[in-house]
């Protein structure tokens, strides 16, 4: 069990939706935090990881039979089911409506990303408001700063990777010098974390 | 400045009192990511974009240029444009004439692109092509027929995924920083504006491509835009979507069947 302070503790309970973020050097990471997240994890899970939209990489069905939790490709105006995490695709930004489906935008890249960390980021903040949760991880730009600043500023939980754990630290350092961060975590504390957010059930 | 859902509702009234035009069914994460920039672009707070939109003439078309996401490419996911060569053209080539429409063309490129697939398999000196958008700053831009130069190395990378036999340079000038559309590529295309909310079926086609504009409505105006499409559609005519669009409703799955499911290419059986 990971301590966790009472102000942490508060915004976990109210969480709605937990946004990944993840570039260069985070992939592994990401990988066991999925791993990691139970199967009655009460919340959706958005993740945004930058790659190429060149290359088909069947990412998630790889991912799909490792993890607990559902694992998809983030599809037009699907809704967010708890217990799934849903892929940014390749090429598009992942928005939330205010109905909490999912909505894909081919708009200009972000930081030469789409997806983008940001974008998806500040959508959710947009939408779910203080019960948005966030971890930002690895990565060699500044993707996930502002939108960390997003989630902070709506009362949100946001997390990053410790910048000298992570394989590049471009990425969590600019959200941490941004100043959006709550908590900063080791790895292993991440994987600890991620296990027992079921833990924490809803009070209003 | 920050705006709110609310913010985005009241907009939505407004531009449809002052000028009956419909946004209600728009994708309301991206009008929001839209109104902000434009918020930006003309330095205004959100009370200012009201005033303007009542009271400055000509604002309204600036605002709609700007709300609508136009972002494309030439042969933007080629294996998309490989399967309209391999597995739609041998079935248009069966017709005497050709007529194409690509609904929510933005400046072009995917126009272009569809020229360039027909003539390579002669089928292009009997083909027609309209492109059609909402939003008339990027019909003219389409019109024109001048690309950036410095993008056509994508372009050229994206053509060459599609495994053709000639080279993209070929379908065009370099002037300077533009690349410059030939002429005889261009001679059976016509852009002008339609709206795909509140202008009707004008034409009957073998071929409709509507790609990336579903993912900017919501469920029920992607049905009705859907349902325009494939009134617009000649029996047997292909209907092609975007790589991330589907097509949602079981009454209108019964109306295609699935040419390719990846690229999401379907043909119309009834
Ligand atoms: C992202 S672009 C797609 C361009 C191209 N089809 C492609 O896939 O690369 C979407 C286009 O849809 C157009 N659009 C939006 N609403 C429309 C409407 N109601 N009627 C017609 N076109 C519309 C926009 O102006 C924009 O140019």
């Not at chain 1, 915004?11 to 066991?32: D, I, N, P, W, Y």
């Not at chain 1, 990691?36 to 991912?63: D, F, S, W």
């Not at chain 2, 998309?80 to 609904?103: D, G, M, N, Q």
């Not at chain 2, 492109?131 to 060459?160: H, P």
Request: proline residues 4%; contains cysteine.
């Amino acid at each position: 069990m990971l301590e966790l302070s009472t102000h942490i503790v508060y915004k976990l309970q109210r969480t709605g939706v937990l946004v990944l973020g993840c570039s260069a050097g985070g992939f592994e990471l990401l990988t066991h935090i999925l791993q990691a997240l139970p199967p009655t994890l009460p919340y959706g899970v958005l993740a945004v990881i930058h790659r190429n939209a060149r290359y088909e990489t069947h990412l998630e069905k790889k991912l799909a039979d490792k993890c607990a939790i559902g694992i998809k490709a983030a599809a037009d105006k699907e809704p967010i089911e708890s217990a799934t995490a849903y892929f940014a695709p390749a090429g598009y930004h992942l928005l939330v409506e205010p109905n909490r489906s999912l909505s894909l935008d081919v708009s200009e890249p972000v930081h030469f990303c789409r997806p983008s960390i940001d974008v998806t980021m500040q959508s959710a903040a947009d939408v779910y408001g203080p019960a948005t949760a966030a971890i930002l991880l690895s990565g060699a730009n500044k993707d996930g700063a502002m939108g960390m600043m997003s989630i902070h500023r709506a009362g949100g939980l946001c997390i990053a990777q410790d910048p000298r754990y992570a394989e590049i630290d471009t990425m969590p350092a600019a959200a941490v010098a941004l100043g959006g961060v709550h908590l900063i975590l080791r790895n292993d504390e991440l994987i600890i974390f991620s296990k027992q957010l079921s833990n924490y059930t809803f009070r209003n | 400045m920050a705006i709110s859902f609310g913010h985005i509702e009241e907009l939505i009234a407004l531009v449809d009192n002052v000028y009956s035009f419909d946004l209600g069914g728009y994708s309301r994460a991206s009008l929001k990511r839209r109104v902000s920039r434009i918020l930006t672009i003309y330095d205004i707070d959100f009370a200012g974009l009201k005033y303007n939109l009542v009271n400055s003439p000509g604002f309204f078309n600036k605002f709609l240029i700007e709300i609508t996401v136009n972002v494309t490419e030439m042969f933007r996911d080629p294996p998309f444009y490989k399967s309209v060569r391999e597995e739609i053209c041998p079935y248009l080539a069966t017709f005497p004439h050709i007529k194409v429409w690509s609904a929510g063309c933005a400046t072009g490129e995917e126009v272009y692109s569809l020229a360039i697939v027909l003539s390579e398999q002669g089928l292009y000196n009997r083909s027609f092509i309209y492109g059609t958008d909402i939003n008339t700053a990027v019909i003219e831009r389409a019109k024109q027929g001048v690309i950036d130069l410095r993008k056509m190395k994508t372009y050229s990378d994206n053509y060459l995924q599609t495994e053709p036999n000639s080279s993209l340079s070929g379908y065009y000038t370099a002037k300077y920083d533009a690349a410059v559309i030939r002429h005889e590529l261009r001679k059976n295309i016509l852009f002008s504006t339609h709206n795909l909310i509140s202008d009707g079926v004008f034409n009957e086609f073998q071929l409709i491509t509507c790609r990336n504009v579903l993912i900017y409505f919501d469920t029920a105006f992607q049905y009705k835009i859907t349902e325009l499409l494939h009134a617009s559609l000649t029996l047997f005519g292909f209907l092609c979507l975007g790589a991330k669009e589907t097509l949602a409703s079981n009454d209108l799955k019964n109306k295609f069947r699935i040419i390719n499911k990846t690229y999401n290419i379907y043909q119309k059986i009834a």
